[in-house]
């Protein structure tokens, strides 16, 4: 069992940036990739970025590459979203969640992973 736990969201202008963090406590974080999906009120769940467990592989949704840099830091079992040239439409709450293993089919499905957070909402205004 791992617990998550997201922090970091709040009111910003377009333009500006925010950090997202997940603290994990539990089972090992090292043996997990972890992801970030958000979502946005009356739309589904959408996959933003993930981190394998090595840390050097990632993914990114189209929508955010190039601003969005996502990174992990084993040690302090945490793994950070850090959010940059922010839109209106990246408005959402933001969810953290974990699989075990390293994630490379379907990881954009929020069923392929294991464990979620309770999300922190990010609104971005124009």
């Known amino acids: 069992q791992v617990q998550l736990v997201e922090s970091g969201g709040g009111l910003v202008q377009a333009g500006g940036s925010l950090r997202l963090s997940c603290a994990a406590s539990?089972?090992?974080?090292?043996?997990?990739?972890m992801g970030w999906f958000r979502q946005a009120p009356g739309k589904e769940r959408e996959f933003v970025s993930l981190i394998r467990r090595s840390g050097p592989s990632t993914n990114y949704a189209g929508s955010v590459k190039g601003r969005f840099i996502i990174s992990r830091d084993n040690a302090k079992n945490t793994v950070y979203l850090q959010m940059n040239s922010l839109k209106p439409e990246d408005t959402g709450v933001y969810y953290c969640?974990?699989?075990?293993?390293?994630?490379?089919?379907?990881?954009?499905?929020?069923?392929?992973?294991?464990?979620w957070g309770q999300g922190t909402q990010v609104t971005v205004s124009s």
């Open positions: 539990g089972r090992t974080f090292s043996r997990y990739t």
């Open positions: 969640a974990a699989a075990e293993g390293d994630v490379y089919s379907d990881y954009v499905s929020p069923g392929r992973y294991h464990y």
